[in-house]
């Protein structure tokens, strides 16, 4: 059994379809894996494998579904207390596309409540462990998804990403993360945070998986998604050994708070690039410096909206105590978590009168900014790469006290966000024994370039982070 999550997904798959593995039993080998953890990574697991058609093109590899996913007759709390009990009547498109490919869920993954956080310590259902270290955090918000994915609990897992919560928990878990391009994945189903930002994509062990998961996620438009896009073409898997002609910008590598073993290890894996024979050269990203300040006041500001809908009357939690009014009062107060309530708050003052334009319309301003800036520098470049965390897995406890450096996490992750641009995270080493991930951001719908590019590198660099053994 140990021979078999060694096992990439794609593998995995080509061992069903060839005859030599069956679909139940790789089903079984995660199911029962999952069900017995001790990271907090998992909030539901599965009962039973699901028949899936022997002609399905992902032949019954699991995956694992982030919280914030409705999945019918499944819980699906988005990690709140405020949703408890929460089974919904429908699938989001983006699973009901995974299982109808034949990846059917495994299970339902912890992270923080409502997608609210860089490290899953706000999750209403306990903290997830990174299985690097178990004193350190997961990154957040898919930090379940990630430390599953990390530590051979799933074959791969998708998750949320709105200013980064795909990638940076990817790369301080040493597994890839994929933020695909706003609009190219559905939200119909996905438990909304920041409607402008949130998108779905892939947690994987290797790019392939990557392109694989992927490839079924996007396709045909949503009718029940005003904002999805059909994707143009299909997702190519990667087969690029070779960066020849390929330029990279490099933006952030010297910025303050950028640790020493993050920046060597993204140089070595510049290096890497170049022996490839990419181009390297570093580039200017006016205003994306400013993509922190301004994601921290839409984000919560599209929060406050979405949230208003969770007050006790409709579904949820309800906590009753005199007239109506203060039913609303308790039910959110007894449900929702200090994170959540904060960016509630936040929000909602930068929507309120006398403040809507000098908070939420500039920022949406800086935002269209940023939007002009990876325009121009995509004439001159063909990708922008970054660190993806400016740090590596930091202890449990230690930043919840000061959210201005919890959300510092996200300071490169954030823009390409802002911009609604495709963007990858690969490990790129280690530092101090823990993972380092590089990101690669392109224009929108670039995902199959980005893909070839992040294989290639992915080849030279070799990273061998294994957490299962």
Same mark, same amino acid.
Request: overall charge negative.
């Given at each position: 059994?140990? =021979?078999?999550? =060694?096992?990439?997904?794609?593998?995995?798959? =080509?061992?069903?379809?060839?005859?030599?593995?069956?679909?139940?039993?790789?089903?079984?080998?995660?199911?029962?894996?999952?069900?017995?953890?001790?990271?907090?990574?998992?909030?539901?697991?599965?009962?039973?494998?699901?028949?899936?058609?022997?002609?399905?093109?992902?032949?019954?590899?699991?995956?694992?579904?982030?919280?914030?996913?409705?999945?019918?007759?499944?819980?699906? $709390?988005? /990690?709140?207390?405020?949703?408890?009990?929460?089974?919904?009547?429908?699938?989001?498109?983006?699973?009901?596309?995974?299982?109808?490919?034949?990846?059917?869920? &495994?299970?339902?993954?912890?992270?923080?409540?409502?997608?609210?956080?860089?490290?899953?310590?706000?999750?209403?259902?306990?903290?997830?462990?990174?299985?690097?270290?178990?004193?350190?955090?997961?990154?957040?918000?898919?930090?379940?998804?990630?430390?599953?994915?990390?530590?051979?609990?799933?074959?791969?897992?998708?998750?949320?990403?709105?200013?980064?919560?795909?990638?940076?928990?990817?790369?301080?878990?040493?597994?890839?993360?994929?933020?695909?391009?706003?609009?190219?994945?559905?939200?119909?189903?996905?438990?909304?945070?920041?409607?402008?930002?949130?998108?779905?994509?892939?947690?994987?062990?290797?790019?392939?998986?990557?392109?694989?998961? &992927?490839?079924?996620?996007?396709?045909?438009?949503?009718?029940?998604?005003?904002?999805?896009?059909?994707?143009?073409?299909?997702?190519?898997?990667?087969?690029?050994?070779?960066?020849?002609?390929?330029?990279?910008?490099?933006?952030?590598?010297?910025?303050?708070?950028?640790?020493?073993?993050?920046?060597?290890?993204?140089?070595?894996?510049? /290096?890497?690039?170049?022996?490839?024979?990419?181009?390297?050269?570093?580039?200017?990203?006016?205003?994306?410096?400013?993509?922190?300040?301004?994601?921290?006041?839409?984000?919560?500001?599209?929060?406050?909206?979405?949230?208003?809908?969770?007050?006790?009357?409709?579904?949820?939690?309800?906590?009753?105590?005199?007239?109506?009014?203060?039913?609303?009062?308790?039910?959110?107060?007894?449900?929702?978590?200090?994170?959540?309530?904060?960016?509630?708050?936040?929000?909602?003052?930068?929507?309120?009168?006398?403040?809507?334009?000098?908070?939420?319309?500039?920022?949406?301003?800086?935002?269209?900014?940023?939007?002009?800036?990876?325009?121009?520098?995509?004439?001159?470049?063909?990708?922008?790469? $970054?660190?993806?965390?400016?740090?590596?897995?930091?202890?449990?406890?230690?930043?919840?006290?000061?959210?201005?450096?919890?959300?510092?996490?996200?300071?490169?992750?954030?823009?390409?966000?802002?911009?609604?641009?495709?963007?990858?995270?690969?490990?790129?080493? &280690?530092?101090?024994?823990?993972?380092?991930? &590089?990101?690669?951001?392109?224009?929108?719908?670039?995902?199959?370039?980005?893909?070839?590019?992040?294989?290639?590198?992915?080849?030279?660099?070799?990273?061998?982070?294994?957490?299962?053994?």
């Amino acid at each position: 059994m140990s =021979e078999l999550l =060694e096992l990439s997904a794609a593998a995995a798959a =080509e061992r069903v379809r060839a005859g030599e593995l069956s679909a139940r039993e790789l089903f079984e080998l995660y199911r029962e894996r999952a069900a017995n953890e001790d990271l907090g990574a998992f909030l539901w697991v599965a009962d039973e494998a699901p028949e899936v058609p022997a002609d399905a093109p992902l032949c019954g590899v699991p995956v694992a579904v982030k919280d914030l996913f409705c999945v019918e007759g499944v819980p699906s $709390t988005a /990690a709140s207390r405020i949703l408890e009990g929460y089974r919904p009547p429908y699938t989001a498109t983006a699973v009901e596309r995974l299982i109808e490919a034949g990846a059917p869920v &495994l299970g339902k993954t912890n992270m923080d409540e409502f997608a609210m956080g860089s490290s899953n310590e706000n999750s209403g259902y306990g903290v997830v462990l990174n299985p690097w270290d178990r004193e350190r955090v997961p990154g957040g918000s898919s930090g379940g998804s990630a430390a599953a994915v990390a530590a051979g609990l799933a074959p791969w897992a998708i998750g949320t990403d709105t200013g980064g919560s795909i990638r940076q928990p990817a790369a301080l878990c040493g597994i890839v993360g994929l933020k695909p391009t706003y609009g190219a994945v559905s939200r119909y189903g996905m438990i909304a945070f920041a409607s402008s930002l949130d998108q779905c994509g892939p947690l994987t062990r290797d790019v392939t998986d990557a392109a694989l998961l &992927l490839r079924h996620l996007v396709g045909r438009r949503d009718p029940c998604d005003s904002t999805h896009l059909e994707f143009p073409g299909e997702v190519s898997l990667p087969g690029a050994e070779s960066l020849t002609g390929l330029r990279f910008g490099v933006w952030g590598l010297e910025e303050e708070g950028v640790e020493p073993g993050v920046a060597a290890a993204c140089r070595a894996a510049l /290096a890497r690039i170049e022996e490839l024979g990419g181009a390297v050269e570093e580039i200017e990203l006016p205003y994306a410096e400013h993509g922190l300040s301004a994601y921290y006041v839409i984000a919560p500001a599209e929060a406050s909206a979405n949230l208003a809908r969770y007050d006790g009357v409709r579904y949820g939690a309800r906590s009753l105590d005199g007239d109506l009014t203060s039913m609303y009062e308790r039910t959110r107060a007894e449900g929702f978590g200090a994170e959540v309530k904060r960016r509630i708050m936040i929000g909602t003052y930068a929507l309120s009168s006398g403040y809507y334009e000098a908070y939420y319309g500039r920022a949406q301003k800086v935002r269209t900014k940023i939007v002009e800036s990876f325009r121009a520098a995509f004439e001159k470049v063909d990708f922008v790469v $970054t660190p993806t965390s400016p740090t590596v897995a930091f202890k449990l406890g230690e930043r919840t006290a000061n959210p201005l450096a919890m959300y510092l996490s996200d300071y490169f992750t954030v823009p390409m966000s802002l911009a609604g641009i495709p963007a990858i995270s690969i490990p790129a080493g &280690l530092s101090d024994g823990l993972p380092v991930g &590089l990101q690669i951001a392109g224009p929108p719908f670039s995902e199959s370039r980005i893909l070839d590019a992040a294989h290639a590198l992915e080849q030279a660099i070799g990273f061998e982070g294994r957490r299962w053994r």
